[in-house]
């Protein structure tokens, strides 16, 4: 009978002793992460304010385009700007723009091109007011419209055909 009741003692404490089973609990589901995909630019038209004997002062419509499900503000743009394959002119630019989720903005920049330091064929086409190609490359600084996403730094190069006009005032 000891033997029976220490066998019987055992068997308890070893069912005491044994954890018991966990209720499997649900992971919470990770946060999606969301990620800013990068605005395009296009520069839309290049106008002539004034043309004087050698210099002429331009101005640049640049189209920003955001292709997120939310807004983005453009904070700062440096840029280099090329006519015909040929460097026209640079800069930087702090003014913010905002562009709306899955939308675009313009904003305009200004720049003056000396007819002495130019290649005759890219003079030839802004007096003809013809299409230029333009090549449009630089660093802009990007922030996502959206909390808990951080500013990021993204490269540009954009190539393309832009209408030269007489800016109508």
């Given at each position: 009978m000891r033997k029976f009741l220490f066998f019987l003692l055992m068997v308890a404490l070893l069912c005491a002793c044994k954890s018991q089973p966990r209720i499997a609990e649900e992971e919470p589901e990770p946060e999606s992460v969301v990620e800013a995909l990068e605005p395009e630019f296009i520069i839309s038209s290049i106008n002539i304010i004034q043309a004087d004997l050698v210099n002429t002062q331009f101005e640049a419509?640049?189209?920003?385009s955001n292709?997120?499900?939310f807004g983005l503000i453009l904070s700062e743009l440096k840029y280099q700007l090329y006519g015909n394959n040929l460097f026209w002119a640079d800069g930087i630019r702090n003014e913010i723009l905002h562009i709306p989720a899955k939308s675009s903005s313009e904003t305009k920049f200004r720049f003056s091109m000396n007819f002495i330091n130019m290649n005759r064929r890219l003079l030839d086409d802004i007096i003809?007011?013809?299409?230029?190609?333009?090549?449009?490359?630089?660093?802009?600084?990007?922030?996502?419209?959206?909390?808990?996403?951080?500013?990021?730094?993204?490269?540009?190069?954009?190539?393309?055909?832009?209408d030269v006009r007489q800016r109508a005032d």
């Open positions: 419509v640049l189209k920003v292709p997120n499900e003809a007011m013809r299409r230029v190609r333009y090549r449009f490359s630089g660093e802009a600084e990007v922030q996502p419209d959206v909390p808990g996403l951080l500013p990021f730094v993204m490269n540009f190069d954009c190539t393309g055909l832009s």
